[in-house]
């Protein structure tokens, strides 16, 4: 099956800072996905990117489908966007696959 | 804006007794999915389901594992006998089509077995 990878494995940021996650997937997709895991562990929907760029007030994502990655930019970083940012894909078109997150904790 | 719904939000139980979780998906969906996290790992693919039948199931949906949309609202997740290591956050997902389509989470059910 598809392999996800995702990098750092953790992140800690002082607020405001920036930062840059990275995916990188081992086949073609259909459909890639950015979620951040809050504390209370919801999932809650980022992106659906599966090529191009997108922006969402402080947060932004670029998938380069040909070249199997995605990035997921933090900016301005606050305490709230602390958790897990996961990223999932589906190349099959009926289940998505999840890399193993990264922790990011951002300090006061 | 719409959203999956799942309840309840935490269930404690014994092992070997059957949990039932519920999931309303999103109403004009069509594709239904089961996802579950162990504690502190990945987000795994259960099972997949549209037009009352199963789509595709993973190697962690076995014959204890079963799913069904009993009516036009719900779709449900049972386990018929637990196992402590089925203690995990368990989410419902729904997309409007098959291929290449946003999955929309639910907030999930928090299965503890002891």
């Known amino acids: 099956g598809i392999q996800v990878e995702q990098s750092p494995p953790d992140l800690i940021l002082q607020e405001g800072a920036n930062s840059t996650l990275r995916c990188n997937f081992s086949?073609?997709?259909?459909?890639l996905q950015w979620f951040h895991q809050n504390p209370w562990g919801q999932l809650i929907n980022l992106f659906y990117i599966p090529s191009g760029t997108k922006q969402n007030g402080r947060l932004s994502a670029t998938t380069v489908a040909t070249e199997r990655y995605s990035l997921l930019y933090i900016s301005s970083s606050q305490t709230t966007d602390s958790g897990v940012y996961f990223c999932a894909v589906d190349a099959a078109g009926n289940k998505l696959t999840f890399g193993g997150g990264t922790r990011v904790l951002v300090k006061p | 804006e719409p959203e999956v719904t799942q309840t309840p939000s935490h269930q404690v139980t014994q092992m070997g007794q059957e949990v039932i979780l519920r999931c309303v998906p999103i109403s004009n969906h069509l594709y239904f999915y089961w996802y579950r996290q162990i504690l502190g790992q990945k987000v795994e693919f259960l099972v997949s389901?549209?037009?009352?039948?199963?789509?595709?199931k993973s190697e962690i949906f076995d014959d204890q594992f079963s799913v069904e949309r009993p009516d036009g609202s719900n779709f449900t997740l049972k386990i018929r006998s637990t196992k402590l290591e089925d203690s995990a956050m368990y989410f419902c997902?729904?997309?409007?089509?098959?291929?290449?389509?946003?999955?929309?989470f639910g907030p999930g059910t928090r299965l503890l077995v002891l």
């Open positions: 389901f549209y037009n009352n039948e199963i789509s595709e």
């Open positions: 997902a729904s997309s409007e089509f098959l291929a290449g389509e946003t999955q929309y």
């Open positions: 086949d073609s997709v259909n459909n």
